[in-house]
């Protein structure tokens, strides 16, 4: 009797708590802020210690004002264990967007300009509080930040730095670039680089850009899905809480 109220209870609780505290409200930086009048919205994950994604980095801001407000691209950070000082480097960007939002795309430039001085080669015989400096150093001229006030304060962003990861893991990202449109997951290869002509044509056919009978061969596997908003994450089985609630009570009538 214990075992069955316990999984009814179990049951009960997936009803009233969220799947992930992390998915409400959806982090990120949106390049044209957030807007219910966008149709579209592409979320991408970057790590500002990586090649591929600088280059999609600088097609996103291309692609931002291709489609203008019809188009939301929200960025999201996803620091890579295997690129040593991602993690720093993030930081500094929330720092960043704390204490001067308005530099943070100055900021990623910025990076993304130094990527070298940051690669796992360059930093090999470097300590943390050297790679915080360089960085300090950097990142004032395009922040304000002051160099002294940036290495105080990057370290109180360790948590928002974590959690970023944390969501982005929860979302399936495995590794960056990684897409999703309209909370569908792309399932793009994050090497293979997708250009601004393959934005335009994916998201043009979407958006009445081009007229499907004159793009009939270059339809987008998932697009369709896409395009009818899909909840951020997908749909699971913890996101059907009657699905749970009647499961807890035919276990319920078989332990009785």
Not at 185 to 202: A, F, I, S, T, V
Request: aromatic share 12%; charged share 20%.
């Amino acid at each position: 009797m214990t075992l069955a109220f316990d999984l009814l209870m179990a049951c009960l609780l997936v009803m009233v708590l969220p799947t992930s505290s992390l998915l409400h409200p959806q982090p990120g930086i949106s390049l044209r802020g957030h807007s219910q009048s966008h149709p579209l919205c592409l979320e991408v994950f970057l790590d500002l210690n990586c090649e591929y994604s600088k280059k999609s980095w600088m097609t996103m801001m291309d692609l931002s004002v291709v489609f203008g407000e019809r188009l939301e691209i929200v960025i999201q950070q996803f620091p890579q264990p295997y690129h040593t000082f991602a993690f720093i480097l993030t930081q500094g960007y929330f720092l960043v967007h704390k204490e001067a939002p308005e530099a943070i795309l100055n900021y990623t430039d910025l990076v993304y300009d130094h990527l070298a001085s940051f690669n796992n080669e360059n930093t090999f015989n470097l300590t943390t509080k050297e790679v915080i400096e360089i960085l300090a150093d950097l990142q004032f001229e395009a922040t304000g930040i002051n160099q002294t006030t940036f290495e105080r304060k990057i370290h109180e962003h360790h948590v928002a730095t974590s959690k970023i990861w944390q969501y982005a893991a929860d979302k399936g990202v495995a590794g960056t670039p990684w897409y999703y449109l309209n909370g569908y997951d792309l399932h793009m290869n994050p090497k293979e680089h997708l250009g601004l002509e393959y934005w335009k044509q994916r998201l043009g056919r979407l958006l009445g850009d081009i007229p499907a009978e004159e793009d009939a061969e270059n339809t987008f596997a998932g697009d369709d899905l896409a395009y009818k908003e899909v909840p951020s994450g997908g749909p699971a089985l913890t996101q059907s809480p009657f699905l749970f609630t009647f499961t807890g009570f035919f276990l319920l009538g078989l332990l009785i």
